[in-house]
């Protein structure tokens, strides 16, 4: 098995939706502001490679929305899918699976594009299958008000008409041990319904791929809560078994959406769960 780091494109967003109730002042420590109160952030993806699957989490934004979509989010760097493939000498149409570990716009926009003559939409990786959950399916299809903007239908029915659409089957508890993919899954239903945070058994590490449940380093204290979740109180009791399970088995964290951390690790202090080290894809993945 071997895994990159994809940087599928980088921008902005409000720091105080990011932070939820936490005041700018603590926040900013970790996560500084600009003048329109806007934090830098990534959309990191990752791709492994085990035997003849080529399996890719998550795929950004995409690049279909309008000029005006993209202006909200001050879209910065030149980072892209495609470009982070062939880095590593691969192009989109060799992946085999794209794994969306919930379907928000920022995190499964890349899965669809325009067709040739942009009158409608196809898969953006014409081989791969598109693996999400039956419950998440529904919670996306059927969106309530709350994340209705955040649920585009450009990024999510296009999959299931093409037939290319899977779902991964649904743990008893939290975890679902040895998925269709190969690595366990960790569901998590605070940010979004039925969200899945892969863990990938990688050497003798395993690699936690921390979606929206740790979106940055600075999010790591419990109260931390994006204002984007739908049961903030719920996050918070995910999070910190989550948190506490990562510290004692030194998990690698492989942050998101951190702009500037993209792995970490963690250890229990006297203030609960905190940052241990930072490391980049090269150190642990060669």
Excluded at 112 to 128: C, I, L, S
Aim: aromatic share 12%; net charge negative.
């Amino acid at each position: 098995m071997q895994l990159y780091p994809i940087e599928s494109g980088n921008f902005k967003l409000d720091g105080g939706a990011m932070f939820g109730v936490v005041p700018k002042a603590l926040w900013q420590k970790t996560n500084p502001a600009d003048n329109n109160n806007m934090i830098d952030i990534a959309a990191r993806c990752l791709l492994i490679e085990d035997g003849n699957r080529l399996i890719l989490i998550d795929t950004g934004m995409g690049n279909k929305q309008s000029d005006k979509f993209y202006g909200y989010y001050y879209l910065w760097g030149n980072d892209s899918i495609d470009k982070s493939l062939k880095t590593y000498g691969f192009h989109r149409d060799d992946i085999t699976d794209v794994f969306m570990t919930h379907l928000h716009f920022d995190h499964c926009g890349g899965s669809v594009q325009w067709n040739k003559d942009r009158t409608g939409y196809e898969p953006a990786f014409k081989n791969a299958h598109f693996w999400s959950n039956k419950d998440h399916w529904k919670w996306a299809t059927q969106p309530n008000n709350r994340e209705k903007a955040s649920f585009l239908k450009e990024n999510i029915i296009p999959m299931e008409e093409s037939g290319q659409l899977k779902f991964t089957s649904l743990p008893e508890n939290d975890l679902l041990k040895n998925s269709e993919l190969g690595f366990d899954i960790f569901f998590a239903d605070g940010h979004t319904d039925k969200q899945m945070i892969p863990l990938i058994t990688y050497k003798d590490k395993t690699i936690a791929f921390m979606a929206d449940l740790l979106p940055t380093a600075g999010h790591l204290p419990i109260p931390f809560v994006m204002g984007y979740d739908t049961r903030p109180l719920l996050t918070l009791t995910e999070k910190e078994k989550f948190l506490n399970l990562a510290a004692d088995k030194n998990f690698y964290l492989f942050l998101e959406h951190d702009a500037h951390n993209e792995i970490i690790t963690v250890e229990h202090t006297e203030k609960g769960v905190r940052l241990k080290d930072v490391f980049t894809p090269k150190d642990i993945f060669t």
